[in-house]
């Protein structure tokens, strides 16, 4: 079984910046991609950032240059640097995870969701 568990939440005001955690835990061979999504309320879930195996990483292009992603493999824990932020950044931040159990094919896990809000 395998868990992801988000942290670094909170509200903050515009223009401020946040660390947001990702620590997986659980049988863990190898983790192939960790990923941040967001859901605001009443939208569908926004891809924001991803770091495949060999520290390729992905941005969704409306929020380069605003947020970076990183991974502390030792630690199985992916990590949400996101600055200058807008009250449009609201909203729930998940964790998602590819990783190999050895049981099985790679699944993918999410984590429970951390919520962000930008307010004055």
Do not use: H
Request: charged content about 15%; some cysteine; proline content about 3%.
């Amino acid at each position: 079984q395998v868990q992801l568990m988000e942290s670094g939440g909170g509200l903050v005001q515009p223009g401020g910046s946040l660390r947001l955690s990702c620590a997986a835990s659980g049988s863990i061979v190898q983790i192939y991609t960790m990923a941040w999504y967001r859901q605001a309320p009443g939208k569908g879930r926004e891809f924001i950032a991803s770091d495949m195996i060999g520290d390729k990483l992905f941005y969704n292009p409306a929020l380069r240059g605003r947020v970076t992603i990183s991974r502390d493999n030792a630690k199985n824990t992916a990590f949400l640097q996101m600055n200058n932020l807008k009250p449009e950044d609201t909203a729930v931040y998940y964790c998602n995870a590819n990783i190999y159990t050895g049981s099985s094919d790679n699944l993918d896990y999410w984590g429970q969701g951390t919520q962000v809000t930008v307010s004055a």
